[in-house]
C-alpha cells in the first residue's frame, strides 16, 4: 500500500482525508478485503488518528468499507453476486439520470461538459488514467446533476460509491478503454441533441459494458489463482 506523502490543511480535515482514501480504494492502491492499518495511514497522511477514524466512518457510510468487529475497517470485496446486483440497479439509475438530464439540461451545463470531454480526451491521449477517471466522474456527476432530482440524486451516489473501483479497473485493458471513451463521445451527441431516448439507451449500455468488463476481470483473476 503505496501513495505519495501529502500535506493536508487542517480545516475540513477528516474530509480531506476521506478523498485521499477514496481515491487509493478506488484506484487499488488499498486492495479489496484489505485491512486499513491506522498507525500506517496516519504516518503516510501526516495526520492523528482522530481524523482518520472520522475519515473511516464516512466511508463505511459510502459502502467503500467495512467496520468488522475485532477486526477494524475491511477495503470492501464484491462477490459477482454483488457485482451483478449493483450494476443491474446502477444501469439504471444512470438511465434515467441521462434521460432527464437530456430534457433538462441548461446551455451553460452542457458547456462544462463538453469542457470536461475535452480534458478527459486529453488525458485519454496521454493514457493517463488516473485523471481521466476522476474527469470521467465528474461528467457523470455532471450528468446527474443536470438531471435535477435530488432523490435520484442520492440514492445514484450511494450505488456508484460501491463500483467505483471496479468502475476505475475496467479501463485498465487498452482496447476496453477505447470502447468506453466512444460510448462517451455519443453520450455528448446525444445530450447535445437533447435526445432523451439515445442518452438513456448509451447510458445503459455503457454500463452493462462495464459490467461485462468486471465479471471477465474478476473470471481471469480467480482463474489465475486457482492455477496458482
Do not use: C
Not at 173 to 194: C, F, N, P, T, Y
Amino acid at each position: 500500500m503505496t501513495a505519495e506523502v501529502i500535506s493536508i490543511p487542517r480545516a475540513a480535515l477528516h474530509e480531506q482525508v476521506a478523498q485521499r482514501l477514496r481515491q487509493m480504494l478506488v484506484e487499488g492502491r488499498i486492495a479489496p478485503g484489505a485491512k486499513l492499518n491506522e498507525r500506517e495511514l496516519s504516518e503516510l497522511l501526516h495526520v492523528s488518528r482522530t481524523p482518520l477514524r472520522e475519515a473511516i466512518k464516512m466511508l463505511a457510510a459510502e459502502g467503500l468499507v467495512e467496520l468488522v468487529p475485532n477486526r477494524g475497517a475491511i477495503a470492501v470485496s464484491l462477490t459477482e453476486a454483488d457485482i451483478l446486483d449493483t450494476f443491474e440497479v446502477m444501469a439504471g439509475l444512470e438511465g434515467l439520470s441521462g434521460e432527464l438530464a437530456a430534457q433538462r439540461i441548461t446551455d451553460a451545463e452542457l458547456a462544462e461538459i463538453r469542457a470536461m470531454q475535452f480534458e478527459m480526451m486529453a488525458a485519454y491521449t496521454r493514457r493517463d488514467l488516473s485523471t481521466y477517471y476522476a474527469i470521467n466522474a465528474r461528467i457523470h456527476r455532471a450528468i446527474n446533476a443536470a438531471a435535477r432530482n435530488p432523490v435520484l440524486s442520492t440514492v445514484y451516489d450511494q450505488v456508484n460509491a460501491r463500483l467505483q473501483a471496479l468502475r476505475f479497473r475496467s479501463n485498465q485493458d487498452g482496447e476496453k478503454w477505447k470502447a468506453a471513451v466512444q460510448e462517451h463521445e455519443k453520450m455528448i451527441e446525444a445530450l447535445s441533441a437533447r435526445d432523451a431516448g439515445a442518452m438513456r439507451q448509451v447510458l445503459v449500455a455503457h454500463l452493462h459494458n462495464k459490467r461485462d468488463v468486471v465479471l471477465e476481470q474478476l473470471r481471469e483473476a480467480g482463474a489465475q489463482g486457482n492455477a496458482a
